[in-house]
């Protein structure tokens, strides 16, 4: 039985499409270092023969681009300073990168369109800090540092006594299982360009017996707590003061160790009042016993 006509078109047809359809690939991602340099190749095995041309795009513009005869390769906007390119390879170099410098560039060699190649520029990752929040059962431990433009990262838990990895992800749970437990932990942030690991913090049965709100704040709120007492009894002192003395505080002129500090007022004025008298009354005899004399 002859195959029909129409099975033989369609396979001619898929035939034809697969030997003239190229290569797909998925674009290649290559990541590079703020102020570092990122070295952006064309596919392996995608150039045969001599090169007679090389033009890379930063997006739909270009970036560099070289052609037989020419001495040096020509670099537009940014790369003219920091771009390089070796006419031997169709490799271009991008020195001192910015993070604005992050996009797709499309190589094209012998007027030939190539797979584009992803740059993305990094920050490096911080070192990061631990934070433990504890209570009677379990501790909470927390990776921190600012990964602002250094993303993507990993994190890392890192046992110091083994040198083991015991978990990932940024936040890690210990459990109290028993009464003798004790060693330490460390973290790690990763990037595809830098890695940084935190000192590590020690673990052991007296870190479940204290409760540590996150932050390490119970020196914060001891301290309030303080204040506020303090300022309470200053303040029933001044009130209780005023109303046995009829005085406030600082109309005293007697010290707070002196008994005349508590006494009321009237007690004070009164000797003065008595004292003032005498002296006058004094004074007038003094008066009339001197005899008069004629001058």
Request: net charge negative; glycine share 8%; charged share 20%.
């Amino acid at each position: 039985m002859w195959p029909s006509e129409t099975l033989i078109v369609s396979l001619g047809c898929l035939c034809v499409l697969a030997a003239v359809s190229p290569s797909v690939h998925a674009d290649t991602t290559v990541y590079g270092k703020v102020g570092g340099e990122a070295v952006l190749k064309p596919p392996a095995n995608s150039v045969s023969g001599p090169i007679t041309h090389i033009s890379w795009k930063e997006g739909s513009n270009k970036a560099m681009e070289w052609e037989t005869g020419d001495t040096t390769a020509t670099g537009y906007r940014q790369f003219r300073d920091r771009g390089h390119l070796d006419t031997s390879t169709g490799v271009m170099t991008i020195s001192g990168l910015l993070h604005n410098d992050s996009n797709s560039y499309t190589p094209e060699i012998n007027n030939r369109r190539l797979t584009p190649v992803s740059l993305v520029v990094l920050s490096p990752v911080p070192v990061p800090s631990v934070k433990k929040s504890c209570d009677e059962s379990k501790c909470e431990l927390i990776c921190e540092g600012t990964t602002a433009r250094a993303t993507p990262v990993s994190y890392t838990w890192m046992s110091d006594d083994t040198g083991k990895h015991v978990s990932s992800g940024k936040q890690y749970t210990v459990h109290k299982v028993n009464s003798s437990i004790s060693y330490e932990l460390s973290c790690e942030i990763e990037n595809p360009i830098s890695r940084e690991r935190s000192e590590p913090i020690t673990i052991s049965s007296d870190s479940f017996s204290v409760i540590s709100p996150p932050g390490g704040g119970p020196n914060i709120y001891m301290g309030l707590t303080v204040l506020i007492v303090l300022l309470v009894v200053v303040t029933l002192l001044v009130v209780f003061h005023k109303w046995k003395t009829g005085m406030w505080f600082f109309e005293k002129e007697s010290m707070p160790w002196e008994g005349d500090f508590w006494r009321s007022g009237e007690h004070q004025r009164a000797p003065a009042a008595n004292g003032t008298t005498a002296q006058q009354r004094n004074d007038e005899q003094t008066e009339e016993e001197t005899p008069m004399t004629n001058g």
